[in-house]
């Protein structure tokens, strides 16, 4: 099936908006989503977010999600090494 030039161009234009819905929804249940989809909805809302206030608030959870990202490395070696 071929699209029409209005379908695409209506598509293309609800994109941006689509995408921020997306990290919105993510950022809204970070508890049920892994590491990598927020870090990445995060890097979304603080390029695309709406007001300052969004765009700040990601910033902020990035910083933290990538904080916590060499801790979670050392637990996985640390319980490896524990079965030894």
Known sequence: MIKS?????ASTSD??????????A???DVAHHGDHLIRLACKVLIAHGETATEREDAQRLLVVIDARRPVRRAQREDQGRAGL
Do not use: Q, T, Y
């Open 5 to 9: 030039v209005a379908c695409v161009a």
């Open 15 to 24: 994109w941006p908006a689509d995408r921020l819905a997306e990290a919105r």
């Open 26 to 28: 993510v950022i809204a």
